[in-house]
């Protein structure tokens, strides 16, 4: 489904829906906004996207930020509802919603296919019962590998988001949840490193100096591994680092970890640098996939600085029969 030209149409829903407090957590800032939705602005977001989308785009609404099945089971109805008349007119798609691996049970699958969800995400976060712990999840490993079963067996996507850097969390582990993702039969996912927000217990941990994020290099160098592992198994990886909210840019309420707008870039460059740790001494040319060309060059060119300086004249070539995440050398 997703490799086709495809857009999601997102709807943010923070906190609200969530009875929890994860150590790391405070949605209201994460996403940059406050109150939940209501259902005219759900129709308003829609509309907005349908009078702007390109023909042909397969549009998908999704409902993210907070715990979609956690809601009263009216407000997801309500919710779902509003969505219904766009499907039934083929404007949309279907859905997709994030939430928790304790929320989902056979009721909600049903309600959910009921109102053609076809994605559900699950904040796993860490298939280490550790790092669960120290993060407060309130649900276990095995919980995220019951849901996971209970929502394959319903035919629905199965997501599950990963975070790195969490309190106990080893660059082993991060590896080891990247497998059991991949394992668990996922079809997607989305890389998030650890950061300190503001109003948080995390925060208090890393005021108290009981708590130290990743540094950038150490978060680039973590979601390298991991994100090798979803490519190499075709574990679509949806997003990289948070999205860049308003309050996030300013510095409002994050304190530190590894943020940056480039984050994804970061990543993709010491992917594409790995690669060309050993070409041969020959080497003149290196075609790569036009899509890939920016991540081969690198951030600020740095690959193609670094290769310059070991043979001095080499050139990129694009070629789009290359296969992406590939390269020939000449
Ligand atoms: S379950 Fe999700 S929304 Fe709720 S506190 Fe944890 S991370 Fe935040």
Not at 233 to 257: A, C, F, I, T, W
């Amino acid at each position: 489904m997703l490799n086709k030209k495809h857009c999601n149409i997102p709807i943010f829903i923070p906190q609200k829906a969530c009875p929890h407090q994860c150590i790391y957590c405070n949605q209201r800032y994460i996403s940059g906004q406050q109150v939940a939705p209501t259902l005219n602005e759900v129709k308003q977001t829609i509309e907005k996207y349908l009078s702007t989308a390109e023909k042909g785009t397969e549009l998908q609404v999704a409902f993210f930020g907070g715990t979609f099945t956690g809601l009263d089971i009216e407000e997801q109805k309500a919710y779902l509802q509003t969505v219904q008349p766009y499907i039934t007119e083929e404007k949309i798609q279907s859905i997709r919603l994030s939430t928790r691996p304790d929320y989902i049970n056979n009721e909600i699958l049903d309600l959910l296919k009921q109102y053609n969800v076809a994605d559900i995400e699950l904040g796993a976060q860490s298939l280490d019962n550790e790092v669960l712990q120290f993060s407060e999840r309130g649900h276990s490993a095995e919980d995220i590998a019951t849901a996971s079963e209970l929502i394959k067996s319903y035919g629905f996507n199965l997501g599950l988001q990963m975070m790195i850097g969490l309190p106990k969390d080893t660059l082993a582990k991060s590896i080891a949840t990247a497998e059991k993702i991949v394992s668990l039969g996922a079809v997607s996912t989305r890389i998030y490193p650890t950061l300190v927000i503001d109003r948080t217990p995390l925060a208090t941990l890393y005021r108290q100096g009981n708590y130290k994020p990743l540094t950038m290099n150490g978060a680039v160098d973590w979601t390298k591994e991991v994100y090798k592992i979803f490519i190499h198994n075709n574990v679509k990886v949806l997003r990289v680092g948070l999205h860049p909210s308003e309050d996030l840019m300013n510095g409002k309420g994050y304190l530190d970890g590894p943020f940056h707008v480039s984050f994804f870039e970061f990543v993709l460059t010491a992917i594409w640098k790995e690669r060309f740790m050993n070409l041969p001494l020959d080497t003149k040319i290196i075609k790569v996939n036009p899509k890939d060309i920016n991540y081969a060059i690198g951030y600020r060119s740095s690959n193609l600085i670094f290769l310059k300086s070991k043979f001095r004249d080499i050139k990129f070539v694009q070629d789009k029969t290359i296969p992406q995440d590939t390269f020939l050398l000449y």
